[in-house]
Nanobody
Framework: QVRLVESGGGLVQAGGSLRLSCGAS????????MGWFRQAPGKEREFVAC????????YYADSVKGRFTISRDNTKNTVYLQMNSLKPEDTAVYYC??????????????????WGQGTQVTVSS
């Protein structure tokens, strides 16, 4: 069992930056692939980024590639999402997720076993 708690959301102007953090409980954080997803009102939850267990490889949705960076610190049981050049269309609730399955990585939300409660990101134009 993994408990995930996100922080760092807020209101920012277009072009600004935010850094989301997700702290995980437990002693096996490094055994989980970690992902960030987001859900805007009236829309499906969508993949944003994920990072493999070692942190060496990362994957991004096309919509955020070049603007967002996912990273992890396995010594602190924390995964981060640095978001730069934010756009109004990035407005959503952002969720941290973990999967302990056999995946090397996954952009499929159904592959993830554990989810945080979400943090709101609002980008004004």
């Amino acid at each position: 069992q993994v408990r995930l708690v996100e922080s760092g959301g807020g209101l920012v102007q277009a072009g600004g930056s935010l850094r989301l953090s997700c702290g995980a409980s437990g002693h096996t954080f490094s055994s989980y692939v970690m992902g960030w997803f987001r859900q805007a009102p009236g829309k499906e939850r969508e993949f944003v980024a994920c990072i493999v267990r070692s942190g060496i490889t990362t994957y991004y949705a096309d919509s955020v590639k070049g603007r967002f960076t996912i990273s992890r610190d396995n010594t602190k049981n924390t995964v981060y999402l640095q978001m730069n050049s934010l756009k109004p269309e990035d407005t959503a609730v952002y969720y941290c997720a973990a999967t302990g399955g056999s995946y090397y990585y996954s952009s499929n939300k159904d592959a993830y076993d554990f989810w945080g409660q979400g943090t709101q990101v609002t980008v004004s134009s």
